[in-house]
């Protein structure tokens, strides 16, 4: 568990860090953002795959599209493509926002904490904090759903709002929206390739091959993918979790469930 001198730490320290992320960030780029577990590195491995017509690479494709702060080496042909799981920055200048209900989030994190050792208390221990702002460096789920909106509302021409559900019911859809956001025409052929090519079995193996996991692996400890287990957020939420997450976060949940409805991209 991440005591609370540490979040006060990553508090004071972050912005600072921040800042040097976006002195590099190019005036033109293309950003892959929402908060952490709501698909980025499944769109990522999309974006890379129909872009190049490569296999899925995780090394290859975090130089395609890598964290903001990261060296870009691949791609420069391409509209600067970047990820990031910040809040919104005056520097972003277009991309997609990736949407997702927060309760799946919050399970999705703790699963992944907890293979790799980073969180030994409860579900609902870890849920707290995460309602609170208090577990990474990200700001609580409803704070970061809530400035991204509202961030994306003021220039609504140059972003794309995508729902984790519709990316993953019909991710060919998805993909088209994003490449149709990018200025790019759409090629139905290489879209469909690249779902075919980015299965989950496909981007575990890129996981399992690449060098930046190495030590991970060799614990036991799974990287992105999950691990195929199958216990629903339902069953893992408490009757006193669910009040707590809806009191905290239920203006947001109905804002990302009311898009949802309205957008084109439906499941």
């Known amino acids: 568990m991440y005591p609370d001198s540490l979040h006060l730490v990553r508090r004071v320290l972050r912005p600072a860090l921040n800042f040097k992320r976006h002195l590099t960030l190019p005036d033109r780029n293309f950003i892959v953002s929402g908060y952490p577990k709501s698909g980025s590195t499944y769109l990522r491995f999309l974006l890379y795959t129909y872009l190049t017509g490569n296999d899925p690479q995780y090394q290859e494709m975090e130089n395609f599209i890598p964290y903001i702060g990261r060296t870009k080496t691949l791609g420069d042909q391409f509209l600067p493509l970047f990820k990031t799981h910040e809040l919104p920055h005056r520097k972003y200048k277009s991309g997609v926002f990736l949407i997702r209900d927060g309760r799946p989030v919050a399970w999705s994190l703790f699963r992944s904490v907890r293979r790799r050792e980073r969180f030994a208390g409860e579900f609902s221990d870890f849920l707290r904090l995460q309602v609170e702002g208090k577990f990474g460096g990200y700001g609580s789920w409803q704070q970061h759903t809530q400035a991204w909106f509202d961030y994306i509302e003021g220039d609504a021409a140059n972003w794309i709002i995508l ?14 929206a994003v490449i149709e956001s990018m200025r790019l025409e759409p090629k139905v052929g290489m879209i469909d390739q690249a779902v075919r090519s980015c299965t989950p079995d496909a981007i575990r193996r890129a996981e399992m091959a690449a060098p930046m996991f190495a030590k991970l692996i060799k614990a036991g400890k799974t990287p992105i993918v999950g691990d195929g287990f199958k216990r629903s957020w339902r069953e893992a939420f408490s009757e006193d979790d669910m009040v707590n997450f809806e009191q905290s976060a239920g203006k947001q949940l109905e804002m990302i469930e009311k898009y949802r409805k309205s957008s084109e991209i439906s499941a």
């Open 163 to 176: 729902h984790y559900e519709d990316l993953i019911d019909d991710p060919a859809a998805a993909l088209s």
